[in-house]
């Protein structure tokens, strides 16, 4: 979140409140959900493992991923895959 507010020439604390505003989410919550369907992306459009795609979406391990992918998804992130292959 520094480098954020940093861009945004903010404070995190402004960064968060200005987020929340306009998008309806903290700059947190909004940068999840940008993780989460980058990952929905490659999940479908390639073969790379999960592991994989977790990393590359900035998570720290494919146990925090697949957590946070079926809390907003709604679904693993295996089952979403096996459900929209191209």
């Known amino acids: 979140m520094a480098d954020l ?10 960064l968060e409140r200005r ?8 700059a947190t919550q909004y940068l999840l959900r940008v993780r989460v369907e980058r990952a929905t992306e490659l999940l479908a459009g390639t073969d790379d493992p999960i592991a ?7 998570f720290y391990d494919q146990a925090g991923f ?11 992130p295996a089952r979403f895959r096996a459900a929209h292959r191209d």
């Open 66 to 76: 697949t957590r946070q992918f079926a809390r907003l998804a709604g679904v693993t």
């Open 5 to 14: 507010a940093e861009a945004a020439e903010c404070s995190e604390g402004q």
């Open 52 to 58: 994989v795609v977790a990393s590359l979406c900035g």
């Open 19 to 26: 987020m929340k505003k306009v998008f309806g989410l903290t």
